[in-house]
């Protein structure tokens, strides 16, 4: 019968040799899982945005459509300013026209 004192004393380095190379695949396969995670966490954070942020642009841009419709309302209010200026111009120069058209003829 054999007994196990008839192995070879570096059975046991061998052995642990092996356990050492299985532990560093599992370490190496864990740390590429965990680096693929953050990178894919990364991508996403590039490509997506968070509720919050979404609540932040939302709000900018109602902000930006309230300044351009008091904008519009503004421009509007001179628009009218200035055609109502134009249409007194405009009749002060026919009275300038009609004074001195009557000027001519007396």
């Known amino acids: 019968m054999a007994t196990n004192r008839n192995k070879n004393p570096f059975d046991w380095m061998k052995t642990t040799q092996f ?4 532990l ?3 370490i190496g396969v864990v740390m590429w ?3 693929s995670q953050d990178q894919l966490q990364q991508n996403m954070a590039d490509k997506y945005v ?3 942020e979404q609540q932040l642009l939302i709000q900018r841009i109602d902000n930006l459509e309230d300044t ?3 904008f519009k309302v503004d421009v509007g ?3 009218e300013k200035m055609e109502s200026t134009n249409e007194e111009i405009i009749d002060l120069i026919t009275d300038i026209r009609l004074t001195l058209a009557s000027m001519q003829r007396d």
């Open 19 to 22: 356990i050492i190379f299985c």
């Open 77 to 79: 209010q001179r628009i």
């Open 33 to 35: 899982y965990y680096t």
């Open 24 to 26: 560093s695949c599992v």
């Open 50 to 52: 968070s509720k919050y």
């Open 68 to 70: 351009i419709r008091n």
